[in-house]
């Protein structure tokens, strides 16, 4: 399996062949790049792609805090 980030991934396909291939849309592609996601894109052995995002846990930082 080769595993590329989705930035190089994009630059070696082009923005709307990566779209089609990840079976998302262009904007998708624009939108996370430009909002620096952690997105690594999976060359399977089938030929395919798959791409998987590595994301903190918990993702989104709790609105209240106890004091």
């Given at each position: 399996?080769k595993?590329s980030?989705?930035e190089?991934?994009?630059a070696?396909?082009?923005?709307?062949e990566?779209?089609?291939?990840l079976r998302v849309?262009?904007p998708a592609?624009?939108?996370a790049?430009?909002?620096?996601?952690?997105?690594r894109?999976l060359?399977?052995?089938?030929?395919s792609f798959?791409a998987?995002e590595s994301?903190?846990?918990p993702?989104?930082?709790?609105?209240?805090?106890?004091?």
């Amino acid at each position: 399996m080769k595993e590329s980030t989705l930035e190089s991934f994009v630059a070696a396909k082009g923005q709307s062949e990566a779209a089609r291939l990840l079976r998302v849309t262009p904007p998708a592609i624009h939108k996370a790049i430009s909002t620096k996601r952690d997105i690594r894109v999976l060359e399977l052995p089938d030929g395919s792609f798959r791409a998987v995002e590595s994301r903190p846990f918990p993702s989104q930082s709790p609105k209240f805090q106890a004091a």
